[in-house]
């Protein structure tokens, strides 16, 4: 036995014994085949494999995963099944693999086995001795004894109290223990004098999110019946158990206790409760399976009659021992109602298979399984059943083995969803700079979700929306291409595409000239007017001088008049002096 630390939490590893599985030259081996971890921890799986040096250059290893499902040939990868979505991981290096599986919950606990393939087509290898994980929670188990047996008071009894889970803890782990929410002292275990009830909780040292839950530890002489469930479902026809177990002291009023007798009572219609070895309807159909403080009442070829409430009582040899509150468990009986539900994987955009799983509103019991039926013909005999696609042909149902109670008919053409129909709008050529709405829509029961994506140029998928409608505003050239939705539910899935192409806009290119032609013509055309003014301006100034001067040299009298002008101007200057 051995302990193997993981990121978070820890993990108990039982029956450390490596197993080889040899075929075709590939070893294959695991190193437990047995592992015990606590509810919300991690866990690591570990595989190694080997193949041999002479194998082609060619022949390569290509995929390795974990499974714990298997049906119709396809091997279900972890990493795609929702129920493990962020939880796990597959961390493969040299030759050797390890599955992680994070915040461990009770319904991990399976069989998980590695499998690998190679680029040939017969190459594949497949562990199937698997390891079995148990995820399980603490428990406080009370066992109570006498101080001394020759002397009895209830308040010096001791009760030994115990941190314990479904499967073997190593012995030199160290625990917390909680007395009424208050820390103390941790060890394997303890003993503890009972003066009054209070609450008891456990857990292991260092890991103490993952608490016990705790239990109410009442006076040692109290007399107690627990039951494993207070509501059983069962379907006509089958076989239950109903479990209860009990406790009482080694001593009451100075007596010492045993018990004489255990039976179980039936809740007839006024109320009253009958002992039920004298009710003839169950003369034949019922045991009573005791031993070591646990009581089975185990009632077969049920019917819906036997629906009622059933009550466990045991009592000792002395008057007034004897216990019968709180052991009361109600049982359903019913037809199965299978129903058939549908999941796929989780990979995107393409899901790798899609589950059948067969659903009842009772539990199957053990000796029982289910057989799938296509198209009326058996096709397999597990609770789920897998497939790569549906096809409209096609038409499952699941019923019980040996029993008459189909399931409803799921029908792949009424409730998958169909091709879809996708539409542009608005319609006609776009053009860049106006919004585009591309919309999306198929028959499907239930409603399909839908997805957007555009295919690039170099095969790559992008995807846009999950809405049926997928709006581009002020679209671009560069936003052509191939756009394709796909319509899908928990039946199917199917896609159609569309090419879209962004040309340019006319009146975009108009305003482009206009803008050229203001921001480059204007001003030259202001510059040629203006040069042209200017030498207009220059001619027109140019010809008036020779006018002028034309007219001047034909004109002697105005010469000599200003001549005269100007001698005048200079006497009567010389006269005012």
């Not at 995963?65 to 795609?80: A, C, H, K, M, P």
């Not at 890991?207 to 379907?235: M, N, Y």
């Not at 990979?347 to 000796?367: G, K, M």
Request: charged content about 20%; aromatic content about 10%.
């Amino acid at each position: 036995m051995s302990v193997t630390a993981a990121t978070s939490g820890f993990v108990v590893l039982l029956l450390t014994v490596t197993v080889v599985q040899c075929e075709n030259g590939w070893d294959l081996s695991y190193t437990s085949t047995e592992i015990c971890a606590l509810r919300g921890s991690t866990v690591d799986i570990t595989c190694t494999y080997t193949y041999p040096s002479t194998l082609n250059n060619l022949d390569t290893v290509q995929e390795t995963f974990w499974f714990i499902q298997e049906s119709n040939g396809i091997y279900v990868d972890l990493r795609t099944d929702p129920e493990y979505a962020g939880r796990v991981e597959n961390l493969c290096e040299n030759n050797k693999c390890t599955l992680r599986i994070n915040n461990l919950t009770e319904s991990d606990s399976a069989v998980y086995k590695f499998r690998l393939t190679t680029n040939q087509p017969t190459g594949s290898l497949t562990g199937s001795a698997g390891v079995t994980l148990s995820v399980t929670d603490l428990h406080v188990q009370v066992n109570r004894s006498v101080q001394d047996s020759n002397y009895y008071h209830p308040r010096y009894m001791k009760a030994e109290l115990r941190c314990q889970s479904s499967c073997r803890l190593p012995d030199h782990l160290n625990y917390v223990w909680y007395k009424n929410q208050q820390k103390v002292i941790g060890r394997a275990s303890y003993f503890d004098i009972v003066r009054r009830p209070y609450r008891v909780s456990c857990a292991v040292e260092g890991h103490e999110d993952f608490c016990s839950r705790s239990i109410l530890v009442g006076s040692p002489h109290d007399w107690s019946v627990s039951c494993t469930s207070t509501k059983i479902c069962a379907f006509r026809g089958s076989t239950v158990d109903i479990n209860c177990t009990y406790t009482y002291p080694s001593r009451f009023q100075y007596y010492e206790t045993t018990v004489r007798e255990t039976s179980w009572f039936i809740q007839e219609s006024n109320g009253i409760y009958v002992n039920l070895s004298t009710v003839p309807e169950y003369s034949g159909r019922v045991e009573n399976l005791c031993g070591n403080n646990k009581c089975t009442l185990r009632i077969s070829n049920l019917t819906e009659s036997d629906s009622t409430v059933y009550e466990f009582r045991f009592r000792g040899f002395q008057p007034g021992m004897g216990y019968s509150r709180d052991s009361k468990v109600t049982l359903s009986v019913t037809d199965p109602q299978l129903q058939v539900h549908v999941r796929r994987s989780t990979a995107n955009p393409s899901p790798t298979w899609i589950e059948l799983t067969c659903h009842s509103r009772c539990q199957l019991p053990d000796h029982l399984s289910y057989v799938w039926y296509n198209n009326k013909k058996p096709v397999g005999r597990k609770r789920y059943f897998h497939l790569q696609h549906l096809d409209a042909e096609d038409s499952y149902h699941c019923a019980i083995e040996g029993h008459s109670f189909p399931s409803a008919t799921l029908d792949y053409p009424s409730d998958a969803p169909k091709v879809p129909t996708v539409s542009v709008s608005p319609s006609g050529e776009l053009m860049e700079g106006s919004s585009v709405n591309l919309t999306c829509s198929s028959e499907a029961n239930p409603a399909a979700k839908y997805t957007w994506y555009k295919r690039s140029g170099d095969t790559r998928v992008q995807p846009l929306s999950e809405e049926s409608q997928f709006v581009l505003s002020s679209i671009r050239s560069s936003d052509s291409g191939e756009y394709y939705c796909t319509a899908e539910n928990e039946l199917g899935r199917n896609s159609a595409n569309i090419f879209i192409t962004v040309t340019w806009k006319s009146v975009i290119v108009l305003n482009i000239i206009r803008v050229t032609l203001v921001v480059l013509l204007v001003p030259v055309l202001v510059w040629t007017l203006w040069s042209r003014m200017k030498k207009t301006l220059s001619l027109k100034s140019e010809a008036n001088e020779a006018v002028e001067m034309m007219e001047l040299d034909n004109c002697p009298e105005y010469e000599n008049d200003a001549a005269a002008a100007r001698t005048e101007d200079t006497e009567e200057q010389e006269d005012l002096v």
